[in-house]
């Protein structure tokens, strides 16, 4: 079993659909979660971060963590065809600074 | 926000010659990089974490004389690829751990990606 687990798509969806972006994780350590957007052959960008459970939002981005289902998302509303590119979640621990746990990525495909 | 750049941005050399890649964080100081590599719709498979000063810390089966890193400043951490083949042909990005005080201790910034093709 992978330390995170994520679909890869492509999920399709029509411009101005809210998009939900998910991933699984299996290590309960895990406290920092990240969204990162990856455009096609572009290094990935840092969209959101959270540290430990709850919401955070940033303009048209909700993240979530639930970290007793073990279970992030990311949520896109008024979804746009700039935003299609390639979702990953990453998960770093707690104990002082250490690497990051990537998802596959989802591939987000938004047509006008 | 922090920037992080790579050169070059492409490369196609040669089977059995080296290519130089260098990850630089342009507006923070970096103590620690990270090289990651990249196949096509593939995540990032990490191969290194860089240590201003100190020699790098490699994951489990990655060869260390043959991906070969050096951080030897707060901002350039630099990645060669010895007598590289065509199996080594990918996409190479670095991140930089982000310092603390901005977005966060455990956030990386990436760079753009190096492409590299070996003929």
């Known amino acids: 079993q992978k330390e995170v687990e994520q679909d890869p798509g492509p999920l399709s969806v029509p411009e101005g659909a809210i998009v939900s972006l998910n991933c699984t994780y299996s290590n309960s350590a895990f406290q920092y979660f990240m969204w990162y957007r990856q455009y096609s052959r572009k290094g990935p960008e840092l969209l959101m971060y959270?540290?430990?459970?709850g919401n955070k939002e940033d303009g048209r981005f909700t993240a979530q963590v639930d970290k007793s289902s073990k279970y992030i998302s990311l949520f896109i509303r008024d979804s746009q065809p700039s935003d299609s590119a390639t979702y990953l979640c990453?998960?770093?621990?707690?104990?002082?600074?250490?690497?990051?746990?990537f998802g596959t990525g989802t591939r987000l495909l938004v047509s006008p | 926000g922090a920037v992080v750049s790579q050169h070059p941005s492409w490369v196609i050399c040669k089977s059995g010659t080296s290519v130089k890649i260098e990850c630089r964080s342009l507006d923070f100081q970096a103590t620690t990089m990270f090289w990651y590599r990249q196949f096509p719709k593939q995540s990032l498979m990490l191969m290194a974490t860089?240590?201003?000063?100190?020699?790098?810390?490699?994951e489990q089966g990655v060869e260390k004389d043959k991906f070969l890193i050096n951080h030897a400043s707060l901002t350039l951490s630099t990645l060669t690829v010895t007598s590289a083949h065509p199996e080594d042909s990918s996409f190479y990005i670095c991140?930089?751990?982000?310092?603390?005080?901005?977005?966060?201790?455990?956030?990386?910034?990436f760079g753009p990606g190096t492409r590299l093709l070996v003929l």
């Open positions: 990453a998960m770093g621990l707690n104990t002082g600074f250490q690497k990051l746990v």
């Open positions: 860089s240590n201003e000063g100190s020699k790098a810390t490699y």
């Open positions: 991140s930089a751990r982000d310092p603390p005080g901005l977005a966060g201790a455990e956030t990386q910034y």
């Open positions: 959270t540290y430990s459970s």
